[in-house]
């Protein structure tokens, strides 16, 4: 059986566009017999940003190698997932503060990653990360997109050798309907998810 892990950052929830691409491709996971999937909806987890005191516990923690404390859970559940899917909205040229604020809890040496005197090195189990996102402008390919960028570098920090993005981009433009955009990037989205 394949874990497949879904992040979800739709902040919009039920209302975000993004939300409905996603749904897309679990559709098609849900149904495979091979998959089991988790869910993570990130609005509703208590993630906390690296403020003083929880950077501290977090070093402390770490410099004790106790690795299998309760806050490193998400990192564990990342490493330990076969494929990523990650669904979040293109804001501000990337994506929501709440998915960095997540990948900063996953970004752990010991579990997600290691380092030696070569550098860092990838520890993660995923072979696959499926990115999907919608943007209301034009930004697919563009140097100021931030957000497929900076996942597909993570996943080479991760040792994820393989990320694919969808993206329903130009949602806002006004050049087509926004339907027609939304459901070609769905039919993307499940023929990647019947490949992962």
Known sequence: MKNVLFVDCCIRRELSRTKALA??????LEAREDVSVTRLCLMDEPLQYFS????AQRE????AGEREHPRFRYAHQFAAADAIVIAAPFWDLAFPALLKVYIENVSVEG??????E????GTCRAERMLFLTT???????APDEMGARYLAALCGFFGIPQFDCVAADGLDL???????????????????AETL
């Open 135 to 141: 943007r209301g402008g034009s930004y697919d390919g």
């Open 23 to 28: 749904e897309a491709a679990l559709a098609v």
């Open 60 to 63: 402390r923690l770490l410099a």
């Open 118 to 121: 070569s550098g860092c090195f």
């Open 174 to 192: 006004g050049t087509r309907l926004p339907e027609e955009i939304l459901a070609e990037a769905k039919a993307k989205a499940a023929a990647l």
């Open 52 to 55: 003083e005191g929880f950077f």
């Open 111 to 116: 579990i997600t990653f290691g380092c030696n």
